[in-house]
C-alpha cells in the first residue's frame, strides 16, 4: 500500500506465512478455564474457544500465530478433520486508531462475501463478531488461502510470469469494480465516512484523516487547509464517478496469494485481506497496487482489465483521482504510525516517504488543474 520503493514490511493489514514454532494446543475438550502463564498459551485457547463458539465441538491439532499484519492479530487453525482456517482478532475497541478503523474485520468480511460473487477468488467467510458486551474486540473467522503471497515469491518470478500475473490481477481488479455498495465511503456506519455520492463521501474521508491527524499530533508535510481545500477544488472529476463499486484498496503484494501448478507455472490464487476496503471509485484500486508499479501505465494489467470490461478512459480528470486517492493513502499512512506507535526504521521510513509522495502528488494536481 506504498509507493514501488517500499520494503514488504511497510503495509498494513496482511497475513502471510506462519511464524517459527507453532504450539499445539488440546485437541477436544475445553480451553476455558485453564491458567497459563505464557500469553502465547493464552491466545491459543482464545482461539480455541472461538472456534468452537463458531463451528461448534471442533478438535483443533494445531494453532499457529501468522506474521505479516500490523493492526490486527490471526492465526492459523489445523482442524482434526483436515481443514484449515484463519481467526483474526481486532485490537480492543478501545485501543487508540484512526477514525475509519472501526469495525474493519466487519469491512473485510462483507469484502469477501461480496467479492466471491464477481469470481475472484477470497477467503471464506464463516463468522463474524462484532465487538459488544462480553466481545472487547471483534473476531473474524475465514477459511485459509492456500498458495504463497506474491511477495513472497517475488524472487522465484520470472518476468514472463509476472506478466501473466498481472494480466490475470487486471481481470481480477475489474471484476472486483462489478460489485456494487449501498452508498460511497466505507461501509461501516461511522458519521462523515460515506454519503450519497462519491464526492460527499471522499470529502467525509479526507476530512476524517486530517482530523486524526491533529489529534494525534503528526506534523504534515503541506499545511491541513490545503489538503482540505482538494475535494472542492477537484469536485467536478470527482463528480464523474456515479457508482460506489467495490475497492479493495490494499492489493499490494503481501495480500495477493499465487499458487505454482507442476510445470512450475504461478497463477493468481485470489485475494486476502479486505478490510480496507471501500465503495467508490473503481481507479482507487490501481493505487492499492502501487507496490507493483503504476499499474495504470503497465499494458500487461491494463489488457487484463480491459478484457473484462473498457474501464474509464486515462484521461486527465482520472489522472487527477488517482493523486487524489494516492495523496490520501499517503496521509493514512503517515498519520497511523503515531496510534499504532512505530519505531525505529519503519517510522523514519513513513516519515521520509510521506515527506516526498504528499508534495508530489500535489505537485500533479496543480499541474492538471492549469
Known sequence: MTAAS???????????????????????????????????DDAHELAVRRLRQALGPVDVLRSTALSGGLY??????????????????????????????????????????????????????????????????????LGFL?????????????????????????????????????????????????GPDWPTAFTGM?????????????????????????????????????????????AWEGNIVLTQDAGGAWRLAGLIDGERAFFGDPLAELVGLDPLGAVEDDADFTAGYRSVTPGPPLDDAARARLALYRLYLALIMRVEAVPRAYEGGHAAWLDGWSDGRIPEQLALLDALES
Open 6 to 40: 517500499t520494503t514488504p514490511d511497510a503495509v498494513s493489514g496482511a497475513v502471510s506465512v506462519p511464524a517459527a514454532g507453532p504450539a499445539s494446543v488440546p485437541a477436544s475438550g475445553s480451553a476455558a478455564g485453564r491458567a497459563s502463564a505464557d500469553p502465547a
Open 72 to 141: 490486527n492479530a490471526a492465526r492459523l487453525l489445523e482442524l482434526a478433520d483436515g481443514r484449515r482456517l484463519v481467526l483474526k482478532a481486532a485490537p480492543p475497541a478501545t485501543d487508540p486508531a484512526l477514525t475509519h478503523e472501526q469495525g474493519l474485520l466487519g469491512t473485510e468480511a462483507l469484502f469477501h462475501r461480496l467479492a466471491a460473487t464477481t469470481g475472484v477468488t477470497v477467503p471464506t467467510v464463516l463468522h463474524h463478531e462484532p465487538a459488544g458486551p462480553g466481545t472487547p474486540s471483534e473476531w473474524l473467522l
Open 146 to 194: 492456500d498458495g504463497t503471497t506474491w511477495d513472497a515469491a517475488r524472487d522465484r518470478l520470472t518476468p514472463e510470469d509476472r506478466a501473466a500475473l498481472r494480466h490475470r490481477l487486471g481481470e481480477a481488479a475489474a471484476r472486483l469494480a462489478t460489485a456494487t455498495g449501498p452508498a460511497f465511503g466505507y461501509p461501516q456506519p461511522v458519521p462523515g465516512l460515506s
Open 206 to 250: 479526507l476530512n476524517a484523516v486530517l482530523a486524526d491527524a491533529a489529534r494525534f499530533g503528526v506534523p504534515l508535510p503541506v499545511p491541513a487547509e490545503r489538503l482540505a481545500a482538494l475535494p472542492t477544488r477537484f469536485a467536478a472529476q470527482l463528480a464523474e464517478v456515479r457508482r460506489p463499486a467495490l475497492v479493495h484498496f490494499d
